[in-house]
């Protein structure tokens, strides 16, 4: 079984950047595509950037530009570098890896973006 541990959330004030990390357990990690999601309270989650395994990205409109998604292989590592974060990213960020069927989720981490 895959485990997945997200770390790098907190609080910081409009304008500041974090960097998440989702650390996975086993081998399977370069195959799968990496993603980031994340779930606002009465929200529903949704996807904020994947990154496939051959190095392919995708951002929702409202990050592009100030995340990034990239991950290392030799460290079964993933990241979200997150600047310019604004009170509207405030969220649950959750990582998944994903290949076909395949599905495998993190606990979350909690992003507060507040003054």
């Known amino acids: 079984q895959v485990q997945l541990v997200e770390s790098g959330g907190g609080l910081v004030q409009p304008g500041g950047s974090l960097r998440l990390s989702c650390a996975a357990s086993?081998?399977?990690?370069?195959?799968?595509?990496l993603g980031w999601y994340r779930q606002a309270p009465g929200k529903e989650r949704e996807l904020v950037a994947t990154?496939?395994?051959?190095?392919?990205?995708n951002y929702v409109d409202s990050v592009k530009g100030r995340f990034t998604i990239s991950r290392d292989n030799a460290k079964n590592t993933g990241y979200l570098q997150m600047n310019s974060l604004n009170p509207e990213d405030t969220a649950v960020y959750y990582c998944?890896?994903?290949?076909?069927?395949?599905?495998?989720w993190g606990q979350g981490t909690q992003v507060t973006v507040s003054s």
């Open positions: 998944n890896l994903q290949k076909y069927s395949n599905v495998y």
């Open positions: 990154l496939t395994s051959g190095g392919t990205t």
């Open positions: 086993g081998s399977i990690f370069r195959f799968y595509t």
